[in-house]
């Protein structure tokens, strides 16, 4: 038996696959670290300093269901693009530190981007 190569359009649905994975890990990369800035500079500060629960309680749930979702976008993304164990794991903690996911979220788009348009990448450095 004799190796083929692939068929022409499917180059194409592996990059629209990982398109896909990339535009739902930018949303979740966003939203989570939205609600966590709000819970900790927001929230956690209103519980102490004027008693009120209310805001930690919406956020932090909020934030904490989000956050599992974030984590399967990562993995799917991660293994699109075949991260190493170190970065991968990484990427899914930004999602715990304030402003984090929003600096691996730009990351991980520059790598998407050279790998969705290699000719874009060696241009923008050249």
Same mark, same amino acid.
């Given at each position: ?5 692939? @068929? ?9 696959? #990982?398109?896909?994975?990339? #535009? ?20 956690? @500060? ?18 904490? %269901? ?17 991260? @190493?164990? #170190? ?10 530190? @304030?402003?984090?996911? %929003? ?24």
């Amino acid at each position: 038996m004799t190796a083929t190569a692939p @068929p022409a359009g499917q180059h194409k649905r592996g990059q629209r696959g #990982l398109s896909g994975a990339f #535009l739902r890990y930018r949303i979740l990369a966003f939203t989570t670290g939205v609600l966590l800035v709000l819970l900790c500079f927001v929230a956690i @500060p209103l519980k102490y300093l004027a008693h009120d629960r209310g805001p930690v309680a919406v956020i932090g749930t909020a934030h904490g %269901f989000l956050f599992m979702v974030y984590l399967v976008t990562a993995l799917d993304l991660g293994v699109r693009l075949r991260w @190493p164990w #170190l970065k991968l794991g990484l990427v899914m903690l930004a999602g715990t530190v @304030p402003f984090a996911s %929003f600096v691996a979220e730009r990351r991980a788009h520059a790598e998407v981007q050279a790998r969705l348009q290699p000719g874009a990448a060696t241009a923008r450095t050249a």
